[in-house]
């Protein structure tokens, strides 16, 4: 518990859904995989693979399409899935595709001494982060290659405080999928839900995109 000092000292960002569009991406690489297995995901469906990471997702694709595999068939899957995902990052992702306004905040953070890490469920962290060529604002990154709970557990922004060297109760996780904002939640931090207020309903508050975020919004908390 922070009770004497409520002072907000770092920030934790998802990266897919929150710094940069890639979560279309994620989802047409599933829908295309669905196809090759006989059925389709909507985007409903999909916000349950939000956050999550790739093993537990090709597991809850099945479950949904009814289909049951071997380990092996669920590792091909997967890595058929990721396949698709990176021609879309090779081909369609640029630094153009960071979202409006996470620049000049992270900017404004930076030149006011917050601290900064990524916390993301993905394995392809740190080849998005470099294409997008935002990796200088982060202190710390955490990824899906560094952690054995998925969201919603909150290992992936427990660890980032760890190597920030703050207190969760100081952290901000911006997060865009309900299991990351559970997560955070579950870590005792604050979360500002990036996306909508009905899907994010555990979020402290939301905002649409970071052109409403700046550093005098972090002191409300
Ligand atoms: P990968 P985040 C998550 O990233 C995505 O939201 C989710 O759609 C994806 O399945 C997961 O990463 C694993 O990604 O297959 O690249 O390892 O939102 O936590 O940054
Ligand atoms: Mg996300």
């Known amino acids: ?107 404004s953070l930076k030149s006011k001494g917050y601290k900064t890490a990524v916390g993301s469920a993905s394995k392809n962290t740190m080849l998005l982060l470099n294409k997008l060529e935002i990796i200088q604002y982060f202190d710390a990154i955490v990824d899906g290659n560094m952690i054995e709970k998925a969201k919603p557990n909150p290992e992936v922004f427990l660890k980032g405080a760890e190597l920030l060297n703050v207190r969760p109760c100081e952290c901000v996780v911006f997060e865009d999928a309900y299991s990351g904002v559970e997560a955070a939640k579950n870590g005792g931090m604050y979360c500002i839900g990036v996306g909508s207020p009905e899907v994010l309903s555990k979020a402290d508050f939301c905002i649409r995109t970071f052109m409403e975020m700046n550093v005098e919004r972090l002191k409300e908390l």
């Open 1 to 107: 518990m922070c009770l004497q000092d409520k002072k907000i000292r770092a920030c934790i960002f998802d990266m897919d859904g929150v710094l940069v569009n890639t979560e279309k991406y994620h989802f047409m690489a599933w829908q295309r995989l669905t196809e090759t297995l006989g059925f389709t995901i909507d985007e409903k469906f999909n916000e349950n693979l939000k956050g999550v990471s790739r093993s537990v997702c090709v597991d809850l694709i099945l479950k949904h399409g009814g289909l049951t595999k071997t380990q092996e068939e669920k590792n091909a899957l997967a890595a058929q899935k990721n396949e698709w995902f990176l021609e879309f990052v090779k081909t369609e992702v640029t630094p153009a595709n960071v979202y409006p306004g996470v620049l000049d905040f992270l900017h």
